[in-house]
């Protein structure tokens, strides 16, 4: 037989090689990372997620982390290699753990079994004195099983067992749901103490000092945790192939919240600086150095109070409704873009003057974009830390826009039903006039790129503050209007007197209607020092038949915010608004009348 000569150098230098071309130890499940969160006005989220790993000998991925809460629809993996992902699988697993726990020795049972071993000197309650090595503590094992850990901050699991709190076991990533938690705790009555005539058994009770040179005086316990986590498993066709896995899933938890501030320059400049911030909740998952991306408007999602079922979970956890109650219910439709209160000052026109002057010049913060998406305009913001919890304040935009003062009375003259007028208040009710203030307003100019969300606005000059308000969405171009305060300086006043009767001028519908004809006098005076815009605007039950001043004069069909107690047929009265838009001087008044008739039932 041949002998090869296989030295010492040779053996090491092959064992290397063989070590180099070993393949490395397929992870048992990978981490994923957040590269991108949109976020909505109505506290749900698109979460974008990567991760990388190799599949093992089934052609498979896994990983731990799988949201606590997903959209029905909405939870897709894709890969970078069309047709290489199979599928995906969710399930729970269950595992177990071992931990020692160091505490410290409370009784002489404890402090012989940490010294096993050691040499020491001690003395009997019966005044013996001995010395010796500790041979060995007699005990008895015993296992004590408790329930599930109870949930702590933010819906964590904690383990407690005894009244006492245990750390919570090394499960790996992923959320990990306690079962139960196992402790082995130990009970015993004597010990071996070898001397130099032989072993000597002794009762622990017995022990009255102990001298022990270097004496530890800590113990340990052993806990054992069975838990069961959630496992999301991805199948491909090949084994031991390397892939890229982006995952997406839309999910409440998470909401932006806009905040602007105007500030209005001293004197007849009309050129205001505008300010936009994000204040931005999440009560969804740790979001560190991830960009976000803010949107104005809101997406439709029908299935959105729908949990996927790759979730695992029955029910749509949105942690953001229990933890800001009010932000997620009373107040969610406050600062949608769809909806808004249509009282004077809070409208958009179509189109406002284009080019206006002071068009303003957007300074967006560093890092900073924005860009749009069909009926949706995103916000980009730069990379965030905001962990479980944690609120921010984030600049959007500070621009110069322009602005216009204009002072709005808006009228609306309810009136009494004759037929069911109070006794002794004759055919001629008065008439009830529900406001009767003159409001200063700001009309902004949105000379950006970007549309402006509905949202609080602090109006400021200097350090006063004026007045909140909201701002309602306006598109670039368009023009919004800010209610500021109730004008004292400028007051208006209203008078009407009946111009003519015609009894029985109608029948309808079986029964006969008188007609009326009345005229109604308005008078506003400026007492400022300054001139002013004013527009005046006078809703009424009834038809108008003419307006001085060129009032214009809208007809519009009955309503019955018109009349209190109205017994009359809807068809034989109308409704109607007249608009007036007038500059008054220091000290100059404005008188309109309007003529008007209605039909009152006998």
């Known amino acids: 037989m041949n002998r090869i000569p296989f030295s010492l150098p040779a053996a090491s230098a092959f064992l290397a090689l063989s070590a180099a ?19 909505f006005k109505d506290g749900y989220s698109l979460v974008i997620k990567k991760g990388v790993g190799e599949t093992d000998a089934m052609g498979e991925i896994h990983t731990l982390e799988v949201p606590d809460a997903a959209v029905l629809g909405s939870f897709w993996a894709t890969t970078s290699q069309a047709g290489a992902l199979l599928g995906m699988r969710a399930g729970w697993r269950e595992g177990e753990s071992v931990e020692e726990i160091e505490e410290a020795a409370l009784d002489n049972l404890a402090i012989l079994r940490a010294n096993e071993g050691a040499r020491c000197e001690l003395e009997t309650s019966h005044g013996r004195k001995l010395a010796g090595v500790i041979r060995e503590v007699l005990v008895r094992e015993t296992v004590a ?9 933010h819906g964590a699991p904690r383990w407690t067992h005894g009244g006492a709190a245990f750390p919570r076991p090394p499960a790996g990533a992923g959320q990990v749901q306690p079962l139960s938690t196992t402790t082995t705790s130990v009970s015993g009555s ?7 005539d032989g072993d000597l058994l002794l009762p622990v009770a017995a022990v009255r000092s102990l001298s022990i040179v270097d004496m530890k005086t800590k113990t340990t ?46 004197g007849d400049t009309k050129v205001a600086e505008l300010s936009l911030q994000a204040e931005i909740l999440n009560e969804a998952e740790d979001l560190i150095e991830v960009p976000v991306d803010i949107v104005v408007g809101v997406p439709n999602f029908r299935f959105k109070t729908t949990p996927s079922p790759l979730a695992l979970e029955s029910v749509m956890r949105n942690t953001l409704a229990q ?31 284009a080019g206006a002057p002071g068009a303003g010049e957007l300074e967006l913060p560093g890092e900073l974009s924005a860009g749009g998406a069909q009926d949706l305009f995103v916000y980009s913001l730069p990379n965030l830390r905001l962990r479980k919890g944690d609120r921010a304040a984030v600049s959007i935009f500070e621009a110069e826009v322009p602005y216009r003062d204009v002072y709005t009375w808006d009228l609306h003259l309810k009136r009494d039903d004759i037929a069911t007028a109070p006794s002794g208040a004759g055919v001629d009710s008065p008439l009830r006039i529900s406001t009767n203030k003159v409001w200063h307003q700001i009309e902004l100019t949105n000379a950006t790129e970007m549309p402006w969300t509905t949202g609080a606005v602090m109006i400021m000059q200097g350090q006063q503050p004026l007045a909140q308000e909201l701002l309602t969405y306006t598109s670039p171009r368009d023009f919004c209007r800010v209610p500021v305060t109730v004008s004292v300086e400028t007051r208006g006043s209203f008078s009407e007197k009946e111009a003519a009767r015609q009894l029985k ?60 107690n109205y017994r009359g047929s809807p068809a034989v009265n109308n409704r109607s608004v007249v608009r007036w838009k007038v500059a008054l001087g220091p000290g100059e008044t404005f008188e309109p009348t309007v003529d008007y008739m209605f039909y009152a039932r006998h």
């Open 145 to 153: 099983a408790s329930a599930a850990g109870t949930p702590g901050a």
């Open 323 to 353: 933890a800001e109650p009010m932000l997620m219910g009373q107040m969610r439709n406050d600062f949608s873009n769809a909806s808004y209160a249509s009282r004077a000052g809070e409208f958009r026109r179509a189109a406002a003057a």
């Open 21 to 39: 071309a070993a393949p490395a130890p397929v992870p048992e499940h990978i981490a994923f990372k957040t590269q991108k969160v949109i976020v």
């Open 505 to 564: 001028a109608l029948h309808w519908d079986g029964r006969h209607y008188a007609k009326i004809d009345n005229q109604a006098s308005f008078h506003l005076c400026n007492n400022k020092p300054s001139p002013i815009d004013v527009e005046i605007s006078v809703t009424l039950g009834g038809r108008v038949t003419g307006a001085s001043h060129e009032g214009g004069v809208s007809l519009l069909p009955f309503d019955p915010a018109d009349w209190n």
């Open 190 to 196: 004597h010990f071996v103490l070898r001397t130099g």
């Open 221 to 266: 316990r052993k806990v054992t945790y069975k838990t069961r986590s959630k496992r999301l498993t991805f199948r491909f066709a090949g084994r031991g192939e390397r892939h890229e896995i982006t995952m997406m899933y839309f999910r409440p938890g998470v909401r932006w919240i806009p905040t602007y501030r105007v500030d209005l320059p001293p």
